[in-house]
């Protein structure tokens, strides 16, 4: 498993899309401080389920999304999506058919959150499952951020215990084991759930025992009450019907007569209505009429008073015309004379604007040509100035340059005395490194030797522990298989307890027949074991019987209540149990010997009926009995055969009236022609099934008990087998070990040897670099000492080209500054000239717009008084027309009101005459309704004992329909014939009340409850024990879990310890560290220290190292849990930032022999890391808060260069 492709989206500064490709090898990614690579970490820690908003350097986790820059807004989410290559290394078994995996993480500002692999929505959980136990999640130790390298080393020694665990591959261990242990908590507090309630259920069952024997008395009271009160309220609702129908009859006959009163009343009451609807409307006209007539009057005041209005209205246009008139003749001898004014200012205007022009004209001319010397004076001033300032510099330059270059010819004296000492000892080095070098290849030969014998015995360990581990998972599965048949054994075994339970306490028999199994069972615990059934006297008969399971509904049905029935050995035996129930008065109960019994049977006529459609068998064909007992049961079910259905039967019954028929749901035709069938909630709930039941449970406990032995013998023989190859295996690893530390030495020796080869020729490199570097020095020098002279003789030329150009410059100004000054009066001369003609052309302008304005507002004037006098001439001739047309108006409503008061007279005359005739008829009403209302009471009294007597025939119903769920309508028939004192029956009710009085409140719903509750205690018991079981195997499961793990971490942490003890002196170039247990009392668990000895030191905790000394440890101990564990890929956050270049170098050493196994991954600054990178990339901030990639290919620019 190597990272192939990391891929972000507005993650932190990377606002744009930007997809980075992981090769194999190393890859190193490079940038200044603050572009964001750091972020390409945090990028990798987050999509591999980081949920530490603080591991990612934020506040929360809305910090990791794009929060803008200059001149970009912020995003709404942000995504990384990270893709895994199979490279057939270690990778998740659920992926192992897939070439590569990719997990997507997406965070929306909303706080919504993402997690996809291979584009499917996942949990987080499925994430971490992938990396978990390889060292490579996001706290893995594959992963070292930056400043992390210091916390490994200042951190808690329990904390440091994680890795050592994630690298012995226990992280799912644990899990499963707190898994375990959340579910063994919770066990326990169902059980003790579980027990309170059991303890409280029985405690119930006891009490509803007894509330249950006191309901049935009760019932039965209540069914005689029952009776009693039936009859009684059938006789009541007898003589109430009868009550009703009389009250009927009167009430009807009053009614006839009301009809006739109501028809002549109806008459009279349509000709007064009329009368009355036609008065209203009468009244209603004349209203609607002397509401017009004032209308019109007031229309008459309103035109005349308007008439009056518009008289004025004239008057006052006339008067307004002659004013407006007046105003008018004034003004325009006003415009006159201010026109005269305007027209003299208007010439004035035009003389001072001319004269003023020409003044600003002179004054321009003579401005420019003063400015234009001025200019030529400044510039040959400043050139002058400039001139000296340079011949200033070049003589100080001259001077300063001939000492350099007295000082750079004795620096070529000296660099000639370096360059033949250096070759000298390059000389030297070359003979040394030729030494080194053979040294080097001894070494080598002998160490692939022996690591050639070390693959071959790792190849036995690995068949060994393959084997092993196929053993291991065989050995689950035969554990599974046995905890499997324990558990259906325990099933079966707890079931067929409780129902021999039943069986033997006779649970669903009668109490008379309890009390004689009881009686027999306590006279036969006298007698040996072995006597007991021999002297057995009774058996009830569902025991002795025994049918399929497809005919025990039938069965049931067919012998009922007989089923309670007890087979005894002779009558005498039952008669004594008799005697014994009497005198215990514990029930009644049925004993049947078959000594007195008919021989009813007829051959020939069973042959019939069996022959018959419809009929499937009869019922002595199907069961099974003792032979002791076959006579007797024979004859209780002669004649009795199973039909397919009621129908069948009741035609049977016609030629064959003797047999009773009975189908398999259980509906029976009897002999004597009564039908009963129906529907029950479990027609074979009953006795046989539970006898059925109990031997179907003992077959299965037969069966499930040999599974389970042969389980566990096949267990067994694995489990030596298992022991066996672990021994081997042990050997086997054990060899590996001293091979191991054969080839842990080789290899130290060939790296001290390559070390000594490597820094043989690196010293020769320097040296020889050093040469090249005094050579170009010395080139540079004389070079430098040319150039110098080169420049003292331009410098010369430049000065005396200097010197003369001064010189020209001061004859330019003394020319130029002769006759300036008389220019300048002139100038000032006309600008004062020029400023007070413009002063009196503002005063000319302002006197002109001053006129104009008034002879506008004149103007204006003159306009309003024409457009008045207008406007008054042309209301004046409207308003006299208005005023004539309203004359005319006036005059036809004077004597349309006069007609108006005419009608209005006549129409009051006729309402008058109406109103006597209405009052007539109200009198011949009133009468009637008098007569009308006493046939209504007579009809009133007949209805209200009418519906007295409904009312109680009405309640008698609900009551008993309330009270017994029956329809007194329908079945008061049934007690008509009935004789007998009510008086005795009502004291005879009385009693029995009384007695229920004593029994007291009653649960009537106790019977059924209490069967509900036992089903519920059984089935709760046989849980508690199921519980009781699962405990103890989660006990054992977390047993076993600690002994893995505590074996593995043991294992992995001698490992690393060793490593460590040789990784540390080549890091340091020599001292000792080692890695110490140290016991946590609180957690239960071993912390681990760490103690180093750097060259030179005395052996000390790390805490007292320096901050170099410190880094160079941590990534001590990484690099050795790596060398035992390798993850399938590192990621080195600045991890050498703290080292100086010694040890920088050998740091790097390290991680090309990492970069064998491991993907490396390096953020760094260092140019000596950056070298051993196969692939650069650099982290750019061209835009401010916006990083960007740019990548460099070192392997294929090394090929291109070598072509």
């Not at 208005?882 to 309402?911: G, P, T, Y």
């Not at 009693?991 to 029994?999: A, D, G, H, T, V």
Request: some cysteine.
């Amino acid at each position: 498993m190597r990272i192939k492709k990391l891929e972000l989206i507005g993650f932190k500064s990377f606002k744009d899309r930007t997809v980075i490709q992981f090769d194999a090898g190393i890859t190193g990614v490079v940038g200044p401080n603050g572009c964001g690579k750091s972020n390409i970490v945090d990028a990798l820690v987050w999509v591999m389920g980081e949920m530490s908003a603080k591991h990612l350097r934020g506040s929360s986790m809305e910090d990791v999304i794009f929060a803008g820059a200059e001149g970009y807004a912020p995003m709404g989410m942000c995504e990384v999506s990270l893709t895994l290559e199979n490279d057939g290394g270690p990778f998740p078994v659920k992926y192992l058919n897939h070439s590569e995996v990719m997990i997507t993480r997406r965070l929306h500002r909303s706080g919504e959150s993402e997690y996809l692999i291979n584009k499917e929505p996942a949990r987080l959980r499925d994430i971490h499952e992938i990396f978990m136990d390889t060292g490579a999640g996001s706290k893995g130790f594959s992963i070292i951020e930056q400043g992390a390298i210091g916390k490994i080393v200042t951190a808690k020694p329990e904390d440091r215990r994680v890795l050592i665990e994630e690298a012995a591959g226990i992280t799912k261990f644990k899990a499963r084991k707190r898994e375990s242990q959340r579910k063994l908590t919770a066990t326990e507090a169902n059980l003790v759930r579980l027990q309170d309630i059991i303890g409280e259920l029985k405690r119930q069952l006891d009490s509803l025992q007894r509330q249950a024997q006191r309901a049935e008395r009760y019932r039965k009271l209540k069914k005689e009450m029952e009776d009693i009160d039936l009859w009684l309220s059938s006789k009541e609702f007898v003589e109430l019907h009868q009550r009703v129908e009389d009250a009927q009859t009167a009430f009807n006959e009053a009614q006839s007569q009301e009809i006739e009163s109501q028809s002549g009343l109806t008459t009279v009451e349509a000709e007064l209505a009329e009368l009355r609807a036609g008065s209203l409307e009468g009244e209603k006209v004349i209203e609607d009429f002397r509401i017009g007539l004032k209308t019109n009057q007031d229309s008459v005041r309103e035109k005349e008073n308007l008439i009056q209005e518009l008289r004025f209205e004239i008057e006052q246009a006339k008067r307004s015309k002659e004013m407006a008139g007046s105003l008018y003749d004034e003004n325009r001898i006003r415009e006159q004379a201010i026109l005269n004014d305007y027209n003299q200012v208007v010439e004035k205007l035009a003389s001072v604007e001319r004269l003023a022009e020409e003044l600003k004209t002179d004054y321009e001319t003579q401005k420019g040509i003063l400015a234009e010397r001025k200019e030529r004076i400044e510039s040959a001033d400043n050139e002058l100035s400039d001139k000296r300032r340079e011949l200033l510099t070049v003589s100080g330059a001259e001077t300063e340059t001939r000492a350099k270059q007295g000082s750079l010819q004795e620096a070529v004296a000296n660099l000639d005395r370096e360059v033949n000492q250096a070759r000298t000892v390059l000389d030297e080095l070359q003979i040394q490194k030729e030494e080194f070098e053979k040294n080097r290849t001894k070494v080598f030969n002998q160490f692939e030797s022996e690591r050639q014998m070390q693959m071959e015995i790792m190849n036995d360990v690995e068949s060994l522990q393959a084997s092993r581990d196929e053993m291991n998972a065989d050995f689950e599965k035969k554990e599974a298989d046995v905890l499997q048949y324990k558990d259906k054994l325990n099933e079966v075994v707890s079931r067929l307890y409780g129902l021999e339970n039943l069986r033997d306490n006779f649970e669903g028999f009668q109490e008379g027949v309890k009390s004689v199994m009881f009686w027999q069972k306590q006279n036969l615990e006298s007698l040996p074991e072995d006597q007991r059934q021999a002297q057995e006297s009774f058996r009830p008969l569902s025991e002795v019987v025994q049918v399929p399971e497809k005919f025990e509904v039938a069965l049931e049905a067919a012998l009922g209540p007989k089923l309670q029935m007890l087979i005894s050995n002779d009558d005498e035996k039952s008669l004594q149990a008799v005697d014994y129930l009497k005198q215990q008065k514990s029930g009644r109960s049925t004993f049947y010997s078959g000594q007195n019994m008919l021989q009813t049977h007829d051959g020939s006529e069973t042959s019939m009926v069996q022959q018959c459609r419809g009929v499937e068998c009869l019922l002595t064909d199907v069961i099974q009995i003792p032979e002791k007992h076959t006579q007797v049961v024979n004859h209780l079910l002669d004649k009795v055969a199973v039909v397919e259905n009621i129908r069948d039967g009741i035609e049977l019954h016609g030629q064959f009236p003797a047999w009773t028929f009975v189908t398999l749901e259980g509906d029976v035709f009897t002999r004597e022609g009564m039908i009963s069938g129906g529907h029950a909630a479990d027609a074979s709930s009953g006795v046989l099934k539970r006898q059925r039941e109990i031997k179907e449970l003992q077959l299965a406990k037969e069966e499930w008990s040999g599974k389970l032995a042969l389980a566990q013998t096949a267990m067994k023989a694995l489990q030596a087998k298992l022991k066996q190859v672990s021994d081997n295996l042990e050997k086997a690893q054990q060899d590996q070990k001293d091979k191991d530390i054969l080839i842990a030495g080789l290899k130290k020796d060939l790296e001290r040897a390559e070390a000594e080869v490597k820094n043989a020729e690196q010293a020769f490199t320097r040296q020889e670099s050093s040469l090249d570097q005094s050579l170009q020095r010395q080139a540079d020098k004389l070079k430098e000492y040319e150039e110098l002279t080169r420049y003292i003789n331009e410098m010369t030329e430049k000065k005396n080209a200097l010197t003369d150009r001064i010189e020209e410059l001061g004859n330019i100004l003394e020319t130029e500054k002769l006759g300036i000054g008389d220019l300048q009066d002139k100038v000032t001369e006309l600008q004062v000239e020029s400023a007070k003609k413009h002063q009196e052309l503002i005063g000319v302008r302002t006197e002109h717009e001053r006129l104009e304005r008034t002879l506008n507002d004149v103007r204006e004037q003159m306009n309003k008084m024409d457009a008045e006098t207008s406007k008054n001439t042309q209301s004046m001739s409207e308003n006299q027309v208005l005023m004539e047309e309203k004359k005319v108006e006036l005059e036809n409503l004077i004597q349309k009101v006069s007609e108006q008061e005419a009608q209005l007279s006549k129409m009051r005359n006729e309402f008058e005459t109406s109103n006597a005739r209405m009052f007539e008829l109200q009198e011949q009403v009133s009468g009637m309704m008098s007569e009308k209302n006493r046939l209504q009471s007579i009809m009133n009294d007949s209805q209200l004992v009418l519906e007295q007597a409904k009312m109680k025939e009405q309640n008698l119903l609900e009551h008993i329909e309330e009270r017994y769920q029956k329809n007194l309508a329908e079945i008061a028939h049934q007690y008509a014939d009935r004789e007998g004192d009510a008086d005795a029956s009502r004291e005879e009710m009385k009693s029995l009340k009384e007695k229920l009085n004593r029994i007291g409140e009653v649960n009537l719903s106790a019977i059924e409850e209490y069967d509900e509750l036992a089903d519920r205690y059984e089935f709760l018991s046989k849980q508690y024990n199921d519980l009781i079981e699962a405990k103890d195997q989660l006990r054992k499961v977390i047993d076993r879990i600690n002994r893995i793990c505590s074996k593995r971490f043991k294992e992995t942490f001698e490992a690393v310890n060793e490593r460590f003890q040789r990784v540390f002196p080549v890091l340091f170039g020599g001292g000792e560290a080692r890695l110490i247990l140290i016991e946590d009392p609180e957690k239960g668990e071993m912390g681990i220290d760490i103690v180093s000895k750097p060259p030179g030191k005395k052996l000390q905790s790390v805490s007292l190292l320096s901050g170099g000394e410190k880094a160079l440890t941590a990534v001590s101990l990484i690099f050795s849990i790596f060398l035992v564990k390798p993850s399938p890929y590192c990621l080195l956050d600045e991890v050498d930032a703290p080292l100086d270049d010694a040890n920088v170098m050998r740091f790097n050493d390290l991680v090309r022999e990492m970069a064998k196994r491991s993907q490396i991954i390096v953020v760094t600054h260092n140019k000596y890391t950056m070298e051993i990178a196969e692939k650069l990339y650099g982290v750019t901030m061209e835009e401010k808060g916006v990083s960007k990639m740019v990548s460099v290919d070192l392997g294929a620019a090394d090929l291109i260069t070598a072509r």
